[in-house]
């Protein structure tokens, strides 16, 4: 998307066609600026600190960081240790274990000699296509947003929730939630956004608000606590998250808090819609609360925010009594029964393994309903 008029994707080779070039999210939005990646302990770096984030972005991160390994050695064990690496990152996202199946799958029976480049091809292929993706899952997204506008009095916003950041900051481009809103608002269709700032890493008041504000929609940064209020008193008209790993039966693992506002939805019949492109869907599992692996991170991201002091100097700031611990699950998991719709790159399902199956029937032979 752009920034300040120029089109960047979140992810890039740099002109030396081997080092890769990453937008450090850590740093936004008060400071615009790119790191270099030049082996598979830096990508791996950035994806454990979150230089990057967001399941899509992890995962092609993850790709260019197998093909860096390779350039230095480009043997079997090299690449085993390479995706070991990767893969030991951050547990949650699938798209990392998904995108480094792809790669292993590409690669391990290719001579040495042609792997860096193979390798290069792959994760060109992955960034593209997830590109196209999202792409995809606007268009239909678009649909749901124009539904529910063609109800309200002409010229009144479709006011729309969003919970942590599944814009083009967490993906190579577009977005899943924000796609949809991205193609609505470039069609006129007047939609305002409830962004949840989405402690304890503020991806939605630090990197969906920086997103929004960039591409001109109306948006404003509340308290992960408010939704509910804002529902009750009719204020919400949809919710659209994105997410991490979805079930083939439609349990959603997103950011933590993904859950309430669920709740909040279905208790006041606001739609809860969940954008995921497909690789985002771990096909072998049928229960999320029970089998997706949910993230603990660092109690210090409670204790401490990053921000900017009124001189305009940046920092982390320390917002909890000295000495008090902190819990960080970094995750939760919303029950198929509380998602309306699944939208992906082929269209909207319902949240269940029928619904799935009826969109990637080469995909669900065999899942457990
Ligand atoms: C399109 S995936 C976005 C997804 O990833 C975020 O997690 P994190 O920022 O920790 O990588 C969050 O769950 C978003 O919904």
Redesign the pocket.
Known sequence: MKIHGRHYRTIWLDDDGWGVIVIDQTRLPFHFETVRLATAEAAAHAIRH?TV??????GATAAYGVALALRVDASDAALEQALALLGAT?P??V?LHWALARMRERLIGLPEAERVGAAYAEAGAICDEDVALCRAIGEHGLGVIREIAEKKPAGEPVNILT????GWL??VDW???LAPIYLAHDAGIPVHVWVDETRP?N?GAALSAYELGSHGVPHAVIVDNAGGHLMQHGQVDMVI????RTTATGDV???IG?YLKALAAKDNGVPFYV??PSP?IDWRLADGLKEIPI?ERAGREVTHLFGQGEDGSTGFFQVAAPGSPACNP??DVTPARLVTGLITERGIAPASAEGLARLFPEMTSGVAA
């Open positions: 979150m984030r967001g399941a899509p972005l992890i951050r949650t996202a798209n919970h942590c950041n599944a967490a993906t977005g899943t939630a890493r991806q998250v994105g997410t991490d693992a997103n950011k993904t954008a995921l985002t993230e970094a995750f």
